[in-house]
């Protein structure tokens, strides 16, 4: 340990990276990520623990923050940032590690240059400039008498002088030049104003300011440094072209596409809820951060980009987007699909919370209250259900037309570009598809006219109802498992359930079943060697020996995914919940009636194409025998559903 030390700061000094970059850097990767791929985490209120990686110990003394962004060993005094981390772990230099962790987040790592240096310069006196002009609207804002206006209008949106300083609101005056002058007392020159964007010059024209008369919303980095304005129209504008807000063009400081209002405030907030809501104004952020609900962040003035998103789930895995129930909110939802789905990463997904027709976060905590907000955010849809609500419930009176919604549905989850969220999105499809099928058959689905429509007498599917059982008195064939669950590879699950059940390894120890279980081959072997040839007795064994034995003969990434299934699952460990629930069993059921259905369904297709090529009596039978035991398994897994949902998805906050 102390030898990497060592060689961390020896190599330091090799190389220097501009500052912005290793900053963008430690944004972008977040370090319990990091960490994680490489070493079993446990999560620990606001930190992670885990068994220091770089000396010998018995129980965790190795912690990880991601809102400070760094690893701390009580043990060993290892002590690090995301590049320390990846110079130590993987005992590389400090340029490799940069380049690294680059091109994990995407990032191309800049030459040091002259230029460069000069720009970062350049930058930090733009910033300064900013913080004069914001410090001087404010003073606008609170201590003119044309500032009244804003202070009225503020005063009517129930905001108090707290918030307005909090957020460092401001008021940009009427009269065109005030700020150049104001800021010409500070040294500070037009061309400065004219490359933060503050003033406009039009070829010849003297340049002029480019807000006035508005109400002004500083838009702050992460580190709270001011570095563009939203500006708001007050009531009484008199130009009534002029647009409700106005925001900062794109400047050296300002990429709108990659920051989001309020979101070094929200940070802190987000990781401490593990829940971030994404609104669509300023104003509702404001004013859910005065009504005690710090997780809130806005697009800057445009639809949410993916760098945005990807800034999102650096934060939290399951953001929420909340939108207006209007056409515009119905369009804003439809674009947030578009942009998410071929994003989606095993555990990142959005979640989406509809507001009433007509409400705004803003108007509703301050007409219904806080609870009332809550509700909506609670209830917010998964991406998955509501992909399906958008594209097969709107009604087809046609075979043609139903064929038609299908066909673009299908190629939606197309787009998904990762295999395994694909793979489980396709699943999730067919399986409402069935489920949609089995309600036409239904006499209830026929008085509503027959119609092609997958929603008759179907009720409303969201993340709390796990599935759609309860509603027919007959119960419809197997499926919709809880999107938690089916987010999550089928290996991690089963490891999960391992973990958090020990005793199933006796049970389940037959090698034909491991021969079978939907994960990579290493994993069988090193599954199977644990419980044979190490003689484990599996009763024996406690959930965290279990698990540590598992991190030991399983690579990193397959540990992180199951930690993450565990999450899902409501795995807890130190109070073997699941174990007195008996949630462990019935829900192993099901996992080993999955991986039966797959085996018998792979050997009943092979049997049906091996009768297509000879027809005869003898290929025939056999066809028939795996064709009953796959129905067999069907009934069995229908009685699975027809329980309690096991999973009730409760475990997003
Ligand atoms: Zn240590």
């Known amino acids: 340990m102390v030898i990497h030390r060592v060689i961390r700061k020896q190599s330091k000094g090799i190389m220097k990276y501009p500052q912005s970059f290793i900053e963008e850097i430690k944004a972008r990767v977040r370090i319990s990520e990091l960490i994680g791929r490489a070493i079993p985490l446990r999560r620990a209120g606001r930190e992670f623990h885990a068994l220091c990686p770089f000396h010998k110990e018995k129980s965790p003394s190795f912690t990880i923050n991601d809102e400070k962004g760094f690893f701390h060993c009580f043990g060993c005094g290892a002590h690090g940032d995301v590049i320390g981390f990846t110079m130590d772990y993987e005992h590389i230099g400090y340029r490799e590690a940069i380049e690294k962790l680059a091109s994990e987040a995407g990032l191309s790592v800049p030459r040091e240059t002259k230029s460069e240096v000069e720009r970062e310069e350049k930058t930090k006196s733009l910033q300064q400039v900013m913080e004069v002009a914001a410090a001087w609207l404010e003073e606008q804002l609170e201590n003119t008498g044309e500032g009244e206006l804003a202070r009225n209008y503020l005063r009517e949106r129930g905001l108090t002088p707290e918030t307005r300083s909090r957020f460092r609101l401001g008021y940009a005056p009427a009269d065109r030049d005030a700020l150049t002058r104001a800021m010409r007392s500070h040294g500070i020159s037009e061309a400065q104003l004219i490359e933060v964007g503050l003033l406009i010059k039009v070829e010849d024209r003297a340049p002029y300011s480019r807000f006035r008369r508005r109400l002004m919303f500083p838009i702050r980095d992460r580190k709270s440094r001011v570095i563009a304005f939203g500006g708001r129209v007050l009531p009484g504008e008199p130009n009534a072209d002029a647009p409700k807000y106005l925001n900062s063009p794109e400047t050296a400081l300002f990429h709108k596409g990659r920051q989001l209002f309020n979101l070094d405030l929200a940070r802190r907030a987000a990781f401490d809820a593990r829940a971030l809501i994404v609104c669509e104004g300023y104003m509702d952020v404001i004013a859910l951060a005065q009504a005690g609900i710090q997780h809130a962040v806005a697009p800057l003035g445009t639809a949410i980009t993916p760098e945005q998103l990807q800034l999102l789930w650096q934060l939290v895995d399951v953001p929420t987007l909340c939108l207006d129930g209007d056409n515009a909110g119905q369009r804003a939802m439809a674009r947030a699909m578009d942009l998410a789905l071929p994003l989606l990463v095993p555990g990142k997904t959005l979640g989406i919370a509809i507001l009433p027709k007509g409400a705004d976060p803003d108007s509703l905590i301050r007409e219904a209250g806080r609870p009332a907000f809550e509700g909506i955010i609670r209830d917010a849809q998964p991406l998955a259900a509501l992909l399906w609500q958008q594209v097969m419930e709107q009604g087809a009176a046609t075979p043609e037309a139903r064929a038609a ?72 064939p197997p499926i919709t498992r809880s999107s938690d669950m089916s987010l999550l590879t089928p290996a991690s699950n089963l490891l999960a359930l391992v973990v958090a059940h020990p005793g199933l390894l006796a049970e389940a120890s037959a090698e034909e079943f491991w021969l079978h279980a939907p994960m990579p081959a290493s994993w069988q072997q090193q599954l199977h060697h644990l419980i044979t040839e190490l003689h484990i007795d599996a009763q024996g064994i406690s959930s965290v020996e279990l698990m540590h034995s598992l991190a030991e003969e399983i690579a990193a990434e397959p540990i992180n995914q199951m930690t993450q299934a565990m999450v899902a699952l409501g795995v807890d460990l130190s109070k073997d919940e699941m174990v007195r629930t008996g949630r462990a069993e019935r829900l192993w059921g099901e996992v080993v009636n999955d991986v039966e259905r797959a085996r018998v369904k792979v050997e009943c297709a092979e049997a049906e194409a091996i009768l297509a090529a000879e027809l005869n009596d003898e290929k025939f039978a056999r066809w028939m025998a795996l064709k009953a035991q796959l129905e067999a398994i069907d009934r069995e897994r229908s009685r699975f559903y027809r329980e309690d949902p096991l999973i009730d998805a409760t475990t997003h906050g």
């Open 405 to 476: 919604q299908e066909q673009t549905l299908m190629q939606k989850v197309e787009g998904i570009k990762h295999p395994t969220v694909q793979h489980y999105y396709k699943q999730y499809v067919r399986d409402r598809l069935r489920e949609a099928q089995y309600q036409r058959r239904t006499p209830n689905a026929r008085q509503n006219g027959g119609a092609w429509n997958a929603s008759s007498g179907q009720k409303k599917w969201n993340a709390t109802s796990g599935n759609a059982a309860q509603s027919s008195p007959v119960p419809p």
